[in-house]
């Protein structure tokens, strides 16, 4: 419960009345230093945190994945395409949509460290049970897609709010890395995937008819295609070994250590008093010729808790947007959380395809080898893992609002033209592909760190899961649109109608806030604590 908005005194210790006690952080007193051993902690919850999420983010290698499955089940005998192969992936986003929040509620029940390790082995035993169920399509939907998928949400947020926690000065740049190992996974794993699968760079040598009767190609080589399901295997033994050695090192940070980290412990206190039952002076307002007088937000939980006079910025250690940690049912029920719910939506779209049919518009157009596309897919992924790094520090450094409309309009800008890039070589095509993965990957860091300071970091873990739980619905459509509408549109179509979902992005960021304080903060009292 915020009690106040005080102005503290550089010489003031604390402020007593009887045995209760309020604690401040004074004007110009830094935080003591992190011990070494802290420090240690921290980074290393970061590291287990991406170590995680590298795995997790092989998501991103069914781009590269979609032309072999594809291919095996239709040399297999079954009528597939391109177009209704995109069901997988999105099953997957389904997936991990609908279990995030559950997620970030049971790692508030058994520990971060466990849920994340239940995520993983869920996640992991998907893609190897896919060894068996390739022989089926709905069977690998339900292996490969959902299962995968709910895997990836039980194990997604919490190692993001562990790392927030270590590290409060730096939400925004500490989920970045966390996350810009879930945008390096396809940097590993395509390639990884590509030289088990067609070491021998083989070509695709079937024309068959697909989608709305139009020509596709595939692989019809039996060694190839042979190698498909164990894949599977070989990439689920991988995923487990990774997730389980991240998850030794994922932890909340323990509260003997929260004051090295910035936060500082008051005693409990009777919430029917205020500061006038201190008898704290109120002070005359600062003359003009002054700097404006430092405020400092006072908290039963965290402390005294500074934010900063003059242009409103989220302060790195104050609480949220509302001055309070905000529960996921009051969460829902706020106009900023359907703003982020709908530009999650809408930049899902953009997501999709891209993830989904590079690959394929690029063998559509002959573009390149099967080992140059997946090239192309190894040269995006660093840019989508420091996407995330960069979008975070952007964040850190500005806003929310600030660092999400330069991203999405730039991604407007890549979509719209992305259709010609194969007429102007295939290198302003990788080009173009490795920028889009560039802009996109920022929204996996953006909207995390737009809900920590949006509505407290408290419940960061179930409130992020209620946010992506809009990739239900855009997994929905995304494959809804593509399976239906390429037959009418084609590439030509989709990939304008995309930068039209992106473009809904910049005008959703643009009437977001661009504050992370309080309302009514302007409105409290400001008072100054007194030496005695």
Wanted: aromatic share 14%.
């Amino acid at each position: 419960k915020m009690c106040s908005m005080v102005s503290c005194n550089p010489t003031s210790t604390a402020v007593s009345q009887g045995t209760d006690r309020y604690s401040f952080t004074m004007e110009g007193e830094t935080p003591r230093k992190k011990s070494e051993l802290t420090q240690w902690r921290a980074w290393l919850t970061v590291f287990g945190g991406a170590l995680v999420h590298l795995t997790l983010g092989t998501v991103y290698t069914f781009g590269n994945m979609s032309p072999y499955i594809t291919s095996y089940m239709r040399h297999k005998g079954h009528d597939i395409t391109y177009g209704t192969s995109v069901w997988i992936y999105a099953l997957s986003i389904i997936g991990q949509g609908s279990s995030m929040y559950f997620g970030g509620i049971l790692g508030r029940v058994i520990g971060p460290r466990w849920t994340t390790l239940a995520g993983c082995l869920l996640s992991s035993g998907g893609v190897a049970l896919s060894y068996f169920t390739i022989v089926n399509f709905y069977a690998l939907c339900a292996t490969y897609g959902f299962m995968f998928g709910l895997g990836v949400g039980l194990a997604y947020v919490n190692p993001l709010s562990c790392a927030m926690r270590w590290m409060p000065s730096h939400r925004g740049f500490a989920n970045g890395i966390v996350v810009a190992g879930f945008g390096a996974g396809a940097l590993i794993f395509d390639q990884v995937q590509t030289a088990y699968i067609n070491p021998s760079n083989l070509k695709v040598n079937d024309m068959r008819e697909g989608s709305c009767g139009k020509t596709e190609k595939y692989f019809a080589q039996e060694k190839l295609l042979d190698r498909v399901p164990r894949c599977f295997l070989l990439l689920g033994g991988i995923y487990a070994a990774m997730q389980i050695i991240g998850c030794l090192f994922i932890r909340n940070p323990p509260n003997h250590e929260a004051q090295s980290l910035g936060y500082q412990q008051v005693e409990q206190v009777n919430t029917d008093e205020n500061l006038d039952d201190l008898n704290v002076p109120v002070a005359q307002e600062d003359d003009a010729s002054r700097e404006p007088a430092t405020r400092y937000q006072v908290d039963l939980n965290v402390g005294c808790t500074r934010l900063r006079a003059g242009p409103i910025r989220y302060p790195p250690n104050s609480r949220s947007f509302f001055g309070e940690d905000m529960s996921p049912k009051r969460t829902v029920f706020t106009w900023l959380f359907a703003n982020l719910w709908l530009s999650f939506l809408v930049n899902g779209q953009a997501v999709a395809y891209v993830a989904t049919l590079y690959k394929a518009f690029g063998q559509s157009r002959n573009v390149g080898s099967d080992h140059f596309l997946a090239g192309v897919g190894t040269v995006a992924s660093p840019f989508n893992a420091f996407a995330r790094i960069f979008w975070g520090f952007i964040a850190d450094r500005y806003s929310y609002r600030t660092s999400m409309l330069i991203m999405t309009s730039i991604c407007t800008v890549l979509l719209s033209t992305f259709y010609f890039t194969p007429n102007m070589g295939k290198e302003v095509y990788a080009i173009w592909v490795a920028m889009l993965f560039f802009c996109l990957g920022g929204n996996f860091s953006l909207f995390p760190f737009a809900t920590a300071t949006t509505f407290g970091d408290k419940f960061v873990g179930p409130n992020y899961g209620l946010v992506f739980s809009s990739q239900v619905v855009a997994g929905v459509l995304g494959a809804s649109l593509t399976s239906n509408l390429i037959c009418k549109l084609g590439y030509a179509g989709l990939i304008p109608l995309c930068a039209g979902f992106q473009f809904l992005g910049v005008v959703l960021a643009f009437i977001f806030p661009d504050t992370a304080l309080p309302s009514k903060a302007s409105n409290l009292p400001v008072r100054r604590l007194t030496s005695q």
